[in-house]
């Protein structure tokens, strides 16, 4: 026993950080390193590598993560959400998020996409898309997104993370169909958090 504690002081003194809880900053950094690589592993992706490091961010600030309450619209009928190609992608509204942000009452929808529903990977899969007082100044115009899962619901509460809010892909390129959020997810305040405009000089 002695020699275990022993082997752990001095892997504390050798790496201050060991056995320390990540920092909420460390967390979202890490979060948007794994975003960027995300990119590059998908065959469909509109960016390279070199494309990523013209990917901008808002300072990771814990005052845009909070916990929203779930009322469940469980009789909302499927209908078809447009997207910016002109098409569109069934989905269903999975309920309502409600909760104060800068001093200020927000109700977003929150929709479930019916072709991921088939897939068991996804089943579970929520998704949020909004615009906000920031949308076509400092972040892209045709709105940003937040993923969250059904697993993530606890008593009726939902983490709301806007830190890890981002673009769609029509933000980097033309050629893919990306929902346009509906008017009532319009956030009448400015949410300066996660994802800014794209900064490349030039859209391929």
């Known amino acids: ?23 909420y900053t460390a967390q979202i950094l890490e979060h948007r390193q794994h975003y960027k690589q995300e990119f590059l592993e998908d065959g469909r992706s509109p960016l390279t590598a070199a494309d990523t490091g013209y990917l901008r961010f808002y300072q990771p600030d814990e005052r845009y993560k909070v916990k929203a309450k779930l009322t469940l ?3 909302a009928k499927p209908f078809d959400m447009p997207t910016v190609s002109g098409k569109s992608k069934r989905y269903r509204q999975y ?6 942000i800068n001093d200020t009452a927000v109700k977003l929808q929150v929709f479930q996409s019916l072709k991921l529903v088939e897939d068991p990977k996804y089943r579970e ?10 949308t076509y100044i400092e972040t892209y115009g045709g709105g940003r997104y937040i993923d969250l899962s059904q697993k993530d619901v606890e008593n009726g509460f939902i983490e709301l993370d806007f830190n890890k809010c981002y673009n769609p892909w029509c933000a980097y390129a033309t050629g893919y169909s990306c929902p346009i959020p509906p008017p009532e997810n319009r956030i009448p305040v400015s949410i300066k958090a996660g994802e800014m405009n794209y900064a490349a000089p030039t859209v391929h």
Request: hydrophobic share 45%.
């Open 125 to 134: 899969h929520l998704f949020v898309p909004f615009t906000d007082s920031t």
């Open 1 to 23: 026993m002695r020699t275990l504690a022993l082997y752990a002081v001095l892997m504390l003194s050798v790496f201050p950080g060991c056995g320390q809880p990540k920092t």
């Open 95 to 100: 309920g309502w998020l409600s909760f104060k």
């Open 73 to 75: 619209t469980p009789d």
